[in-house]
């Protein structure tokens, strides 16, 4: 879950605030993310029967902004690539979203238990991943991206 942090909360005066809800690795939280883009619509509910889910219109909802704060919440860099900690969405959800980051990364699927998967951005699409959500992260949080 994102913790808010002093640096977040002087982030937030400077942009409206939308409420929205985040992928995260243990629970659906609903959360402000400084992404007008989101909007009222993605607070259709992300859960049913108490099951994670993606909606069916991600690639509507996710934008650079999201993606950064979903990279600084649940990713992590592991020999050169970049990690997502998926691993509580079903295989369905977790191929919905890489097939919207492969628009424009190059990422791939690894199993971590047979019914476990996390997304991965490949090396040779680091710089691009790194242009396209370092405007948005704190600098605390920098070091994932290094």
């Given amino acids: 879950m994102f913790l808010w942090t002093n640096e977040a909360i002087q982030h937030t005066r400077l942009l409206d605030l939308t409420p929205v809800v985040c992928l995260v690795s243990i629970t659906i939280v609903r959360s402000f993310i400084l992404t007008p883009a989101w909007g009222p619509r993605a607070l ?14 991600i690639k509507e909802l996710l934008t650079a ?13 592991d ?19 890489l097939e919207v980051l492969k628009e424009n990364l190059d990422c791939s ?14 090396t040779n699409s680091m ?15 920098l070091y994932k991206l290094q």
């Fill in 44 to 57: 259709s509910p992300w859960a049913e029967g108490g099951i994670k889910i993606v909606p069916a219109n």
């Fill in 127 to 141: 710089v691009q991943f790194r242009a396209l959500i370092s405007p948005y992260f704190f600098p605390s949080m």
């Fill in 65 to 77: 902004r999201g993606l950064a704060y979903w990279a600084m919440d649940d990713g992590y860099k």
């Fill in 109 to 122: 699927l690894n199993t971590v238990q047979s019914t476990q998967y996390r997304i991965y951005v490949k």
């Fill in 79 to 97: 020999r050169g690539n970049f990690r997502f900690a998926t691993e509580s969405f079903s295989r369905d959800d977790v191929l919905l979203l």
